[in-house]
C-alpha cells in the first residue's frame, strides 16, 4: 500500500504513520502513571484514617435510598452521598459536589444505563455514629468517622466502601482558589526540636499537573482544573478478580502491587505487549470477585481515563511469609484490595451482589443491556484482509471457496476500496460496479462487510465533509475551531458522536440512497474508533477538545467509541424500516457497547503468545457483558507460520465472532493456499463450527434473555470447584462444551481439567470422569473439544456454502448421558435475520430431555408463532450402558414406528437414523429393553 501523503508533520507523527503500517508498540508512546498527574495524586496515597465523614444531621431517607452530606474535613467541602437499593439485588452508590461550580460529565441514561434502574425497598435504621441499612438479605453499614460503608450478609462482609480510606474528590474550583496546606503540615519535620522561632510559611501548597501538563511535546490545558475521583474497594475472603477489559493479560487479575495500575483508556496500541496492565482498545469498568460461596460484582460508572489498583493478601505475601504462615498455621481470609481513579465525572459505583454468577451476569444486563441475538450470518465465518484488490479479486475470493468446499457468510473490505479514504464511497476504478458486486455475492447467500471510520477527510470538494462543516459536526479543539488531526486520510475531522443530532445525521448516511453502491447485503465495521489520531498525544484526541453540551473530550473519552457503533447500528436499522438485524464490529468498547453488535481484541501479531493470549482476553470481555467477541485469525501483524494460522484457525472456530484478518504487508493467506495437509484441516475446523450454529445460534439467544456469556470461564459452570477459578486455557461454551485449543507450537499433548462429572471427546465419544486432570494427545488435526455429560446438542451436519442455505436442513441431536442417564438441551430457531422474534413472537424454542430412556421433545415458550419445516435425521446417544431392542417414534401427529438404530457396546454408542419428525413438533423417542 502507498503511504499517505505527510505534509508538513512533525518526525514524531511520521514515524506513528509508519509505525502502523509496519513495527511492534512503542511503548514510550503512551504514559505510565507517573506521567499522568491525577494517577500520580491518587496512586500515591497511602491508606490510613479517611478525611471523609458522613453528617449524621444530614440523613434524609426515602423510600428506595438515602442521602447524606459528606464533608471533607480537610478543606471543608461538602458532597452529596446517595446510597440506593434496586431491584433485582443491586446496590447504588453515588458522590457528587453539593454546591459544585459547573455540572460533572455523567452518561445519559439510554447510552450506557439502558434505563433508570429501578428502585427497591429498603430499611433505615439510625444510631449515634452509624446508619444501618436493611436490603433484601443484605445490611448495609455507613460508618460516620471517618466514612465507610460496609456491606454485611448475615455474619459475613462481603464488600467494604473506603475501608482504607483512599476517598479522593477533587471539587471544582477557579483558578486562584488555591488550598493552602495547615501551618502543622507545612511544618512536618522541618521544625527541628527546641527550635522555638521556626513557624511555617503560609505559601499556596498546590501541586503540580493541576492546570495544566503536557505529555511529549503535546500540551494539555485543563480549564477546569483538577477534577478526579477516586475510592477504594475491598472483597473480604475473595482471592480472585476479573474483568475491567481490555488488556492483553490473564482471566484472574494480577496484583499491581509495585507497578503501574491497570489502564482503561481507549487507545490504538497495535501489536501490543502481553501480561501488562496497558491501556488498549477497550474500557469496561466492570470487575468481579469470585469464591466458593459467591460473585458479585462492581460497576464504575464513569467514561473518563481511569485506573486500577489491585492488591491481594495472598499474591503479595513474599515466600517467607507465607512459609511463617504455613508453620504457624495461621491462615487468614483472602482478601482482595481495589482502587479505582478517573479523571473526571463522579463516583458513581453499583454494587451487583449475586450471589451466582448467572445473578452478577444478569444483574449487569439489566443495568447496561445484553448483546442482541446476531443474524446468523454474523456467527459463521468471515473473510477478510488489509485489502483485497478490485471486484475481481472479489469474485475469484468467493469462487475459490466453493471450489475448495469451505463455507463462508461474510467477505470484508478494507480502506483501500473507499475513493481516497473517504467513507461511504468506493474506487471507481477498482470497485467501478459495486451494488452488483454485493448483489451477486448475496444471491449466494453470503454477505458483504466495508469499513467506514469516524474520522472524515478535510476535502473542500467532497459533499459530506461540506456538510459536515455547514452543520457544525465536528469536534471542536481548546479555542472552539473544528479540531483537525491526522488519520488515514490525511487531514481529518473527527464526528461529534457525543451529539444526538450527529448520530442521527450518521444514521442517515446509510441509506442506499445515501451511500451510493450499498444495499441491505452490505454491513460495517467501525475501525480506529477510539479515536485513533496518529498526530494527537497517545496516538488519540486532545482531552481539552470541545464536544456537544461543553463536555472536554477528558469526560467522554472512553465512550465515543460506542456511540460511533450505536450510530453505526441504528443506521442498519433504521435503512430497513427497523425490520433488519444490523451486524456493526467495533474496535473500541465501553460499558453497554454489547448491545450494538462485535467487537475484536485489535492489532494483534502472528506469534504463538496471541494466540494464546487471545483465550483469556476474550473471557474478560465475556464476563463483563461482551459477549460477541474475537480475534483476527492468523494475527494481524506478520506472518504466521502454517502449523499457527492452522492452530488459529481451530481455536476461533470455537469462539464466539470467527474472523480471519491480516495486515496489508503480509502474505496473502488463505486456506487453498496452505500446503493440503493444513487446508484440509482448516477446512474441516470452519465446517465444524457451520454444524455446531444450531448450538450458537442458542447459546445468543439465551444471551440476550439472559445476560450470560456464550462463552465462560470453567468457574461460571463450576463455581465451588477452586482449581478452575485462576483457569484461562480451557473454557465453556454454554454450559455444554469444553474447550482446550492448542497454543503451544509442536505440541504432541495438552493437559485438560475435567470438572466433575462425565466428559465425552466429541469426535470418538471416548468418556473421561472428573474432577481430574488428564493429558490428551494431540495431532495437528485435533481440536480437545468435550461435550459435558448430561447436555443435549443440537447440530446441522449437511454444510452449506453459507449458512442461511441451511436454515432447513434436518438436525442431528448429540445426546451424552450423566451418571444417571439423563441428558437436557434446547433448540431456538427463528427466521435468522429480522426482528419478527421479538415484534411478533416469530419463534420456536424447544427442550430435549432424556430420562427413563427416552427422549422428549417439548415446546419451552408457547408463545413462539414460528413454523420450521427442519426435520430430525439422526440421535446419537452416548454412555448408553445396555443396547435396546427396539427405538420407536411417537407424538400427537406421529404414528407409533419402528426406527433403525447401531449400538457399539465398546463405546456405549447408540445411533438412531431417520426419526423424520419435525424438530418443532411435539414428539418422544423411547428405548424398550
Given at each position: 500500500?502507498?503511504?499517505?501523503?505527510?505534509p508538513?508533520?512533525?518526525?514524531?507523527?511520521?514515524?506513528?504513520?509508519?509505525?502502523?503500517?509496519?513495527?511492534?508498540v512503542?511503548?514510550?508512546?503512551?504514559?505510565?502513571?507517573?506521567?499522568?498527574?491525577?494517577?500520580?495524586?491518587?496512586?500515591?496515597?497511602?491508606?490510613g484514617?479517611?478525611?471523609?465523614?458522613?453528617?449524621?444531621?444530614?440523613?434524609?431517607?426515602?423510600?428506595?435510598?438515602?442521602?447524606?452530606?459528606?464533608?471533607?474535613?480537610?478543606?471543608?467541602?461538602?458532597?452529596?452521598?446517595?446510597?440506593?437499593?434496586?431491584?433485582?439485588?443491586?446496590?447504588?452508590?453515588?458522590i457528587?459536589?453539593?454546591?459544585?461550580?459547573?455540572?460533572?460529565?455523567?452518561?445519559?441514561?439510554?447510552?450506557?444505563?439502558?434505563?433508570e434502574?429501578?428502585?427497591?425497598?429498603?430499611?433505615?435504621?439510625?444510631?449515634?455514629?452509624?446508619?444501618?441499612?436493611?436490603?433484601?438479605?443484605?445490611?448495609?453499614?455507613?460508618?460516620?468517622?471517618?466514612?465507610?460503608?460496609?456491606?454485611v450478609?448475615?455474619?459475613?462482609?462481603?464488600?467494604?466502601?473506603?475501608?482504607?480510606g483512599?476517598?479522593?474528590?477533587?471539587?471544582?474550583?477557579?483558578?486562584?482558589?488555591?488550598?493552602?496546606?495547615?501551618?502543622?503540615?507545612?511544618?512536618?519535620?522541618?521544625?527541628?526540636?527546641?527550635?522555638?522561632?521556626?513557624?511555617?510559611?503560609?505559601?499556596?501548597?498546590?501541586?503540580?499537573?493541576?492546570?495544566?501538563?503536557?505529555?511529549?511535546?503535546?500540551?494539555?490545558?485543563k480549564?477546569?482544573?483538577?477534577?478526579?475521583?477516586?475510592?477504594d474497594?475491598?472483597?473480604?475472603?475473595?482471592?480472585?478478580?476479573?474483568?475491567?477489559?481490555?488488556?492483553?493479560?490473564?482471566?484472574?487479575?494480577?496484583?499491581?502491587?509495585?507497578?503501574?495500575?491497570?489502564?482503561?483508556?481507549?487507545?490504538?496500541?497495535?501489536?501490543?505487549?502481553?501480561?501488562?496492565?496497558?491501556?488498549?482498545?477497550?474500557?469496561?469498568?466492570?470487575?468481579?470477585?469470585?469464591?466458593?460461596?459467591?460473585?458479585?460484582?462492581?460497576?464504575?460508572?464513569?467514561?473518563?481515563?481511569?485506573?486500577?489498583?489491585?492488591?491481594?493478601?495472598?499474591?503479595?505475601k513474599?515466600?517467607?511469609?507465607?512459609?511463617?504462615?504455613?508453620?504457624?498455621?495461621?491462615?487468614?481470609l483472602?482478601?482482595?484490595?481495589?482502587?479505582?481513579?478517573?479523571?473526571?465525572?463522579?463516583?458513581?459505583?453499583?454494587?451487583?451482589?449475586?450471589?451466582?454468577?448467572?445473578?452478577?451476569?444478569?444483574?449487569?444486563?439489566?443495568l447496561?443491556?445484553?448483546?442482541?441475538?446476531?443474524?446468523?450470518?454474523?456467527?459463521?465465518?468471515?473473510?477478510?484482509?488489509?485489502?483485497?484488490n478490485?471486484?475481481?479479486?472479489?469474485?475469484?475470493?468467493?469462487?475459490?471457496?466453493?471450489?475448495?468446499?469451505?463455507?463462508?457468510?461474510?467477505?470484508?473490505?478494507?480502506?483501500?476500496?473507499?475513493?481516497?479514504?473517504?467513507?461511504f464511497?468506493?474506487?471507481?476504478?477498482?470497485?467501478p460496479?459495486?451494488?452488483?458486486?454485493?448483489?451477486?455475492?448475496?444471491?449466494?447467500?453470503?454477505?458483504?462487510?466495508?469499513?467506514?471510520?469516524?474520522?472524515?477527510?478535510?476535502?473542500?470538494?467532497?459533499?459530506?465533509?461540506?456538510?459536515?462543516?455547514?452543520?457544525?459536526?465536528?469536534?471542536?479543539?481548546?479555542?472552539?475551531?473544528?479540531?483537525?488531526?491526522?488519520?488515514?486520510?490525511?487531514?481529518?475531522?473527527?464526528?461529534?458522536?457525543?451529539?444526538?443530532?450527529?448520530?442521527?445525521?450518521?444514521?442517515?448516511?446509510?441509506?442506499?440512497?445515501?451511500?451510493?453502491?450499498?444495499?441491505?447485503?452490505?454491513?460495517?465495521?467501525?475501525?480506529?474508533?477510539?479515536?485513533?489520531?496518529?498526530?494527537?498525544p497517545?496516538?488519540?484526541?486532545?482531552?481539552?477538545?470541545?464536544?456537544?453540551?461543553?463536555w472536554?473530550?477528558?469526560?467522554?473519552?472512553?465512550?465515543?467509541?460506542?456511540?460511533?457503533?450505536?450510530?453505526?447500528?441504528?443506521?442498519?436499522?433504521?435503512?430497513?424500516?427497523?425490520?433488519?438485524?444490523?451486524?456493526?464490529?467495533?474496535?473500541?468498547?465501553?460499558a453497554?457497547?454489547?448491545?450494538?453488535?462485535?467487537?475484536?481484541?485489535?492489532?494483534?501479531?502472528?506469534?504463538?503468545s496471541?494466540l494464546?493470549?487471545?483465550?483469556?482476553?476474550?473471557?474478560?470481555?465475556?464476563?463483563?457483558?461482551?459477549?460477541?467477541s474475537?480475534?483476527d485469525?492468523?494475527?494481524?501483524?506478520?506472518?504466521?507460520?502454517?502449523?499457527?494460522?492452522?492452530?488459529?484457525?481451530?481455536?476461533?472456530?470455537?469462539?464466539?465472532?470467527?474472523?480471519?484478518?491480516?495486515?496489508?504487508?503480509?502474505?496473502?493467506?488463505?486456506?487453498?493456499?496452505?500446503?493440503?495437509?493444513?487446508?484440509?484441516?482448516?477446512?474441516?475446523?470452519?465446517?465444524?463450527?457451520?454444524?455446531?450454529?444450531?448450538?450458537?445460534?442458542?447459546?445468543?439467544?439465551?444471551?440476550?434473555?439472559?445476560?450470560?456469556?456464550?462463552?465462560?470461564?470453567?468457574?461460571?459452570?463450576?463455581?465451588?470447584?477452586?482449581?478452575?477459578?485462576?483457569?484461562?486455557?480451557?473454557?465453556?461454551?454454554?454450559?455444554?462444551?469444553?474447550?482446550?485449543?492448542?497454543?503451544?507450537?509442536?505440541?504432541?499433548?495438552?493437559?485438560?481439567?475435567?470438572?466433575?462429572?462425565?466428559?465425552?471427546?466429541?469426535?470418538?465419544?471416548?468418556?473421561?470422569?472428573?474432577?481430574?486432570?488428564?493429558?490428551?494427545p494431540?495431532?495437528?488435526?485435533?481440536?480437545?473439544?468435550?461435550?459435558?455429560?448430561?447436555?443435549?446438542?443440537?447440530?446441522?451436519?449437511?454444510?452449506?456454502?453459507?449458512?442461511?442455505?441451511?436454515?432447513?436442513?434436518?438436525?442431528?441431536?448429540?445426546?451424552?448421558?450423566?451418571?444417571?442417564?439423563?441428558?437436557?438441551?434446547d433448540?431456538?430457531?427463528?427466521?435468522?435475520?429480522?426482528?419478527?422474534?421479538?415484534?411478533?413472537?416469530?419463534?420456536?424454542?424447544?427442550?430435549?430431555?432424556?430420562r427413563?430412556?427416552?427422549?422428549?421433545?417439548?415446546?419451552?415458550?408457547?408463545?413462539?408463532?414460528y413454523?420450521?419445516?427442519?426435520?430430525?435425521?439422526?440421535?446419537?446417544?452416548?454412555?448408553?450402558?445396555?443396547k435396546?431392542?427396539?427405538?420407536?417414534?411417537?407424538?400427537?401427529f406421529?404414528?407409533?414406528?419402528?426406527?433403525?438404530?447401531?449400538?457399539?457396546?465398546?463405546?456405549?454408542?447408540?445411533?438412531?437414523?431417520?426419526?423424520?419428525?419435525?424438530?418443532?413438533?411435539?414428539?418422544?423417542?423411547?428405548?424398550?429393553?
Open positions: 500500500m502507498a503511504l499517505p501523503r505527510l508538513f508533520l512533525s518526525l514524531t507523527t511520521i514515524l506513528v504513520v509508519l509505525s502502523h503500517l509496519s513495527t511492534a512503542d511503548r514510550s508512546n503512551f504514559k505510565t502513571c507517573d506521567q499522568s498527574g491525577f494517577c500520580k495524586r491518587h496512586h500515591n496515597m497511602q491508606p484514617a479517611s478525611a471523609y465523614e458522613a453528617l449524621m444531621d444530614t440523613l434524609d431517607i426515602k423510600e428506595a435510598g438515602l442521602t447524606m452530606t459528606l464533608l471533607n474535613a480537610k478543606d471543608s467541602v461538602k458532597f452529596k452521598l446517595e446510597v440506593s437499593g434496586l431491584s433485582g439485588g443491586m446496590v447504588r452508590m453515588r457528587t459536589e453539593l454546591e459544585p461550580l459547573r455540572p460533572r460529565y455523567e452518561p445519559p441514561v439510554g447510552d450506557t444505563l439502558v434505563s434502574p429501578e428502585l427497591g425497598g429498603i430499611t433505615v435504621e439510625k444510631k449515634s455514629d452509624q446508619v444501618l441499612v436493611g436490603y433484601n438479605e443484605y445490611q448495609l453499614v455507613i460508618q460516620a468517622k471517618p466514612f465507610r460503608l460496609d456491606i450478609e448475615g455474619n459475613t462482609l462481603i464488600l467494604s466502601v473506603n475501608s482504607k483512599l476517598l479522593k474528590f477533587e471539587h471544582s474550583r477557579n483558578k486562584g482558589d488555591v488550598e493552602v496546606k495547615k501551618p502543622e503540615e507545612q511544618a512536618g519535620e522541618e521544625a527541628k526540636e527546641g527550635d522555638e522561632e521556626t513557624k511555617p510559611d503560609p505559601q499556596p501548597a498546590e501541586e503540580p499537573d493541576l492546570w495544566e501538563e503536557s505529555f511529549k511535546g503535546h500540551a494539555d490545558t480549564p477546569n482544573g483538577p477534577t478526579s475521583i477516586g475510592l474497594f475491598a472483597f473480604p475472603g475473595f482471592e480472585h478478580v476479573y474483568g475491567i477489559p481490555e488488556h492483553a493479560d490473564s482471566l484472574a487479575l494480577k496484583s499491581t502491587k509495585g507497578g503501574d495500575p491497570y489502564r482503561l483508556y481507549n487507545l490504538d496500541v497495535f501489536e501490543y505487549e502481553l501480561y501488562n496492565p496497558m491501556a488498549l482498545y477497550g474500557s469496561v469498568p466492570l470487575m468481579l470477585a469470585h469464591n466458593v460461596e459467591r460473585t458479585i460484582g462492581l460497576f464504575w460508572l464513569n467514561a473518563a481515563e481511569t485506573w486500577v489498583d489491585i492488591s491481594n493478601s495472598k499474591a503479595d513474599s515466600v517467607f511469609s507465607k512459609v511463617v504462615d504455613f508453620v504457624k498455621g495461621d491462615n487468614d483472602p482478601e482482595v484490595d481495589t482502587h479505582w481513579f478517573s479523571e473526571s465525572g463522579i463516583i458513581d459505583v453499583f454494587f451487583l451482589l449475586g450471589p451466582y454468577p448467572d445473578s452478577v451476569f444478569n444483574q449487569y444486563g439489566s447496561t443491556g445484553t448483546t442482541p441475538l446476531p443474524p446468523l450470518f454474523a456467527i459463521a465465518y468471515h473473510q477478510s484482509r488489509w485489502n483485497y478490485d471486484e475481481e479479486d472479489i469474485k475469484r475470493l468467493d469462487a475459490m471457496f466453493d471450489e475448495h468446499d469451505i463455507p463462508v457468510d461474510a467477505l470484508w473490505l478494507d480502506i483501500e476500496h473507499t475513493e481516497g479514504k473517504r467513507y464511497t468506493w474506487d471507481k476504478t477498482k470497485f460496479h459495486p451494488d452488483d458486486m454485493v448483489r451477486n455475492i448475496s444471491k449466494k447467500g453470503r454477505k458483504m462487510v466495508t469499513i467506514i471510520d469516524p474520522h472524515i477527510k478535510r476535502d473542500d470538494g467532497w459533499e459530506l465533509h461540506k456538510e459536515a462543516q455547514s452543520k457544525a459536526l465536528y469536534v471542536k479543539n481548546k479555542d472552539g475551531n473544528e479540531y483537525d488531526g491526522w488519520c488515514w486520510p490525511g487531514s481529518s475531522s473527527y464526528l461529534d458522536f457525543v451529539d444526538p443530532s450527529v448520530r442521527e445525521w450518521w444514521a442517515d448516511r446509510f441509506n442506499p440512497t445515501l451511500y451510493e453502491g450499498s444495499n441491505y447485503h452490505l454491513f460495517t465495521w467501525n475501525d480506529m474508533n477510539e479515536p485513533s489520531v496518529f498526530n494527537g497517545e496516538v488519540t484526541m486532545y482531552k481539552d477538545n470541545k464536544h456537544f453540551g461543553g472536554e473530550h477528558r469526560d467522554v473519552h472512553n465512550i465515543y467509541g460506542l456511540y460511533v457503533q450505536m450510530s453505526s447500528a441504528l443506521g442498519l436499522i433504521k435503512r430497513s424500516d427497523n425490520n433488519e438485524r444490523p451486524f456493526v464490529l467495533s474496535r473500541a468498547v465501553f453497554g457497547s454489547q448491545r450494538w453488535g462485535a467487537i475484536w481484541t485489535g492489532d494483534n501479531t502472528a506469534e504463538w496471541h494464546k493470549i487471545s483465550v483469556p482476553m476474550i473471557l474478560s470481555l465475556s464476563v463483563t457483558g461482551i459477549s460477541f474475537g480475534a485469525v492468523g494475527g494481524f501483524f506478520r506472518n504466521p507460520d502454517n502449523e499457527l494460522l492452522t492452530r488459529w484457525y481451530q481455536a476461533a472456530a470455537y469462539q464466539p465472532f470467527f474472523r480471519a484478518h491480516a495486515h496489508v504487508d503480509t502474505r496473502r493467506r488463505e486456506p487453498w493456499l496452505l500446503p493440503t495437509e493444513n487446508k484440509q484441516i482448516i477446512r474441516s475446523a470452519i465446517r465444524a463450527r457451520y454444524s455446531l450454529l444450531p448450538f450458537w445460534y442458542t447459546l445468543f439467544y439465551q444471551g440476550e434473555t439472559s445476560g450470560s456469556p456464550v462463552m465462560r470461564p470453567l468457574w461460571v459452570v463450576f463455581p465451588k470447584d477452586a482449581a478452575t477459578f485462576a483457569m484461562d486455557d480451557q473454557y465453556m461454551l454454554g454450559n455444554a462444551l469444553l474447550v482446550h485449543p492448542v497454543t503451544e507450537s509442536g505440541a504432541t499433548s495438552v493437559s485438560v481439567y475435567f470438572p466433575e462429572g462425565i466428559w465425552y471427546d466429541i469426535d470418538n465419544y471416548k468418556r473421561f470422569v472428573g474432577p481430574k486432570t488428564e493429558s490428551i494431540v495431532t495437528l488435526s485435533k481440536t480437545p473439544v468435550f461435550q459435558r455429560g448430561g447436555a443435549v446438542i443440537p447440530r446441522k451436519e449437511r454444510i452449506r456454502r453459507a449458512a442461511n442455505l441451511g436454515r432447513y436442513d434436518p438436525y442431528t441431536l448429540i445426546v451424552c448421558l450423566d451418571k444417571d442417564g439423563t441428558a437436557y438441551g433448540l431456538y430457531i427463528d427466521d435468522y435475520h429480522t426482528f419478527r422474534y421479538k415484534k411478533r413472537e416469530e419463534f420456536i424454542h424447544r427442550a430435549f430431555l432424556f427413563d430412556n427416552k427422549l422428549e421433545n417439548k415446546n419451552v415458550d408457547m408463545n413462539g408463532k413454523t420450521t419445516k427442519s426435520s430430525l435425521e439422526r440421535v446419537v446417544i452416548a454412555g448408553l450402558k445396555k435396546p431392542t427396539k427405538v420407536e417414534v411417537s407424538g400427537i406421529y404414528k407409533a414406528r419402528a426406527l433403525d438404530f447401531s449400538y457399539s457396546g465398546e463405546k456405549y454408542l447408540l445411533v438412531i437414523r431417520l426419526p423424520m419428525v419435525n424438530i418443532g413438533d411435539d414428539w418422544t423417542i423411547a428405548l424398550e429393553y
